[in-house]
């Protein structure tokens, strides 16, 4: 029921599609959605994942998690990440992997919500030290798509790499359109 609903809201009222799928038998990967501009991205991500029936998980910084939200988040997949420590996040969160039997880890390389030109690197290298594929996920706002492209296993190669992966991102735009990620060619 909960399905049906999201479906109405998200295709009928919103007008927004979903091209592409997550194959169901991948149960660990990393999921790079780019371009992330607002904070209106939170609720196209929570409507794609109870359109697409599988779960998802994402990571916040800690302050998110507190009252009244904090039990919301994490119901709905979240784990807090303290920022301020000094602890390796690749590590820590590659870790979690291990302790999942499914863990679908959205993140946005972009690391804020700001213009930047490059994405940062910790998504890589925790799927990387995971051993689990990356999944291209585009919000496009111009065109109201969510674009899921197909699973890309990193080859440790991490510029050869990431000229692959920004190209599923060509032409998206962000919900606040001059802070959207333009890939390089």
Same mark, same amino acid.
């Given at each position: 029921?909960?399905?049906?609903?999201?479906?109405?809201?998200? $295709? +009928?009222? &919103? @007008?927004?599609?979903?091209?592409?799928?997550?194959?169901? %038998?991948?149960?660990?990967?990393?999921?790079?959605? =780019?371009?992330?501009?607002?904070?209106?991205?939170?609720?196209?991500?929570?409507?794609?994942?109870?359109?697409?029936?599988?779960?998802?998980?994402?990571?916040?910084?800690?302050?998110?998690?507190?009252?009244?939200?904090?039990?919301? $988040? +994490?119901? &709905? @997949?979240?784990?807090?990440?303290?920022?301020?420590?000094? %602890?390796?996040?690749?590590?820590?969160?590659?870790? =979690?992997?291990?302790?999942?039997?499914?863990?679908?880890?959205?993140?946005?390389?972009?690391?804020?919500?700001?213009?930047?030109?490059?994405?940062?690197?910790?998504?890589?290298?925790?799927?990387?030290?995971?051993?689990?594929?990356?999944?291209?996920?585009?919000?496009?706002?111009?065109?109201?798509?969510?674009?899921?492209?197909?699973?890309?296993?990193p080859t440790a190669n991490k510029e050869a790499d990431f000229k692959i992966l920004a190209q599923n991102f060509k032409g998206a735009i962000g919900k606040v359109p001059e802070y959207s990620f333009e890939p390089k060619d």
């Amino acid at each position: 029921m909960k399905q049906i609903l999201y479906k109405f809201i998200f $295709f +009928r009222l &919103m @007008g927004w599609k979903i091209e592409g799928t997550i194959p169901p %038998e991948i149960r660990k990967c990393v999921m790079i959605v =780019v371009p992330h501009t607002s904070w209106h991205d939170f609720y196209i991500g929570l409507f794609t994942r109870g359109i697409i029936g599988l779960d998802m998980n994402f990571v916040a910084k800690k302050e998110l998690f507190r009252f009244p939200f904090g039990a919301y $988040f +994490r119901w &709905m @997949g979240g784990a807090p990440l303290d920022r301020q420590k000094n %602890e390796n996040k690749v590590d820590a969160i590659a870790k =979690v992997f291990e302790s999942h039997d499914v863990f679908r880890l959205a993140i946005a390389p972009e690391g804020t919500r700001k213009k930047v030109t490059e994405w940062k690197t910790g998504f890589y290298y925790i799927a990387l030290k995971a051993n689990v594929p990356i999944i291209p996920v585009a919000f496009d706002w111009g065109r109201k798509t969510v674009k899921i492209s197909e699973p890309f296993w990193p080859t440790a190669n991490k510029e050869a790499d990431f000229k692959i992966l920004a190209q599923n991102f060509k032409g998206a735009i962000g919900k606040v359109p001059e802070y959207s990620f333009e890939p390089k060619d």
